[in-house]
C-alpha cells in the first residue's frame, strides 16, 4: 500500500470518493486503509502478493473492495469472497489494450457458456472454481486432510454459494455486479471500445498522468466514456488530446505481467 501520508493527504484535499490499493492477501494493508477512512479498497495484482494462497476474505470489511479478474472462474471466486465490484485486469502500466480486450472477451464468452449449462453443469462449473481454494493443502507433502480457507470450509456449503452465484450469471447474462475494464486504457477511443464490449465503466491511472496533457487527457476520457456508443463524441473527445498519450508497450517485452498474479 501507499505510504498513509500521501493517502491522509489525498482523503483531506479532495470531495469525492477515494480507493487505495492493498496486496493480495493482505488483511492487514486492508484493515490500515478501512480505519483511515478510505472509501473502497482496491486488492491489486499491481503490487507484489501478500498471500500465494488466499485473496482478503472481503466479507469481514465494512467497505467495499473491487478485485480483478481474467476469466469467469477468477471473478466468481472473487464475488464469493465478498468483493463488491470486479474490474478486468488488462496489464496495468503499459497502454497496451491487448490484455484488457482478452480478458472482457474470455468473461463475456465464459457467460454464454454459463448460460447453456443445465444444473449438473453449473454444479460441475462450481466444482472446477472450487479446485482453486485446495492449492495449500494440495502443497503439504503429509498425509490427511483439512479443507480449509480464510472463507471457511471447502464444504457443501461453499459449493451451494458458489453455485449461486452462477446460477445469477447464468439469468442475467453477466456479473451480478459492477464491472469494470481497467490496464492499458490510454485513450478516449480505447476507453469507448472497452464500453463497447459491455463493460460498467473503466479505470484510468498511468494513460491519464502519463500522458502529456493529464487533465485535458482526463476530460476526454470522460466525455468518451460517457457517449461511447456516439462516434461523433468520441471523435470530439479524440480531438480534444493534442499532446501525446502515453507510450505504449509490447506486452511481449515485459519482465513480469501482473496480469497473471492472482488466482
Known amino acids: ?20 490499493k492493498s496486496r ?17 479498497v482496491d486488492e491489486s495484482e499491481v503490487l507484489t502478493p501478500a498471500d500465494p494462497f488466499f485473496h482478503i476474505n ?9 478485485c480483478g479478474a481474467t476469466g469467469l472462474g477468477e471473478a ?7 468483493a463488491a465490484m470486479i474490474r478486468t485486469k488488462g496489464e496495468a502500466g503499459t497502454g497496451n489494450l491487448v490484455a484488457a480486450v482478452t480478458h472482457a472477451r474470455l468473461i463475456d464468452q465464459e457467460i454464454k457458456q454459463v448460460q447453456g449449462l443445465d444444473d449438473n ?26 479443507p480449509m ?6 464444504d457443501d456449503v461453499m459449493q451451494h454459494e458458489i453455485q449461486s452465484i452462477l446460477n445469477d450469471v447464468r439469468d442475467m447474462g453477466r456479473l451480478p455486479v459492477v464491472t469494470f475494464s481497467a490496464g492499458g486504457i ?22 491519464i498522468f502519463k500522458s502529456s496533457d493529464p487533465k485535458t487527457m482526463a476530460d476526454a476520457i470522460v466525455l468518451a466514456t460517457a457517449h461511447y456508443d456516439d462516434a461523433a463524441k ?18 511481449e517485452t515485459l519482465e513480469v505481467r501482473m496480469d497473471q498474479r492472482g488466482w
Open 1 to 20: 500500500m501507499s505510504h498513509p501520508d500521501m493517502i491522509q493527504g489525498i482523503l483531506d484535499c479532495t470531495s469525492i470518493p477515494v480507493m487505495a
Open 24 to 40: 493480495i492477501g493482505h488483511e492487514g494493508e486492508a484493515r490500515i486503509l478501512e480505519s483511515m477512512g478510505v472509501d473502497m
Open 58 to 66: 472481503k466479507k469481514d470489511y465494512e467497505i467495499p473492495f473491487v
Open 76 to 82: 466468481v471466486r472473487r464475488i464469493y469472497e465478498g
Open 121 to 146: 453443469g453449473i454444479e460441475s462449473a462450481a466444482n472446477m472454481i472450487i479446485d482453486r481454494f485446495k492449492v495449500l493443502s494440495n502443497t503439504s507433502e503429509l498425509p490427511g486432510s483439512h
Open 149 to 154: 480457507t480464510p472463507f471457511g470450509a471447502i
Open 186 to 207: 490510454a485513450t478516449p477511443a480505447d476507453a469507448s471500445h472497452m464500453m463497447r464490449l459491455g463493460m460498467d465503466g473503466i479505470f484510468v491511472g498511468s494513460g
Open 234 to 251: 468520441v471523435t470530439e473527445a479524440m480531438a480534444m488530446t493534442l499532446g501525446d498519450p502515453m507510450k505504449g508497450d509490447e506486452l
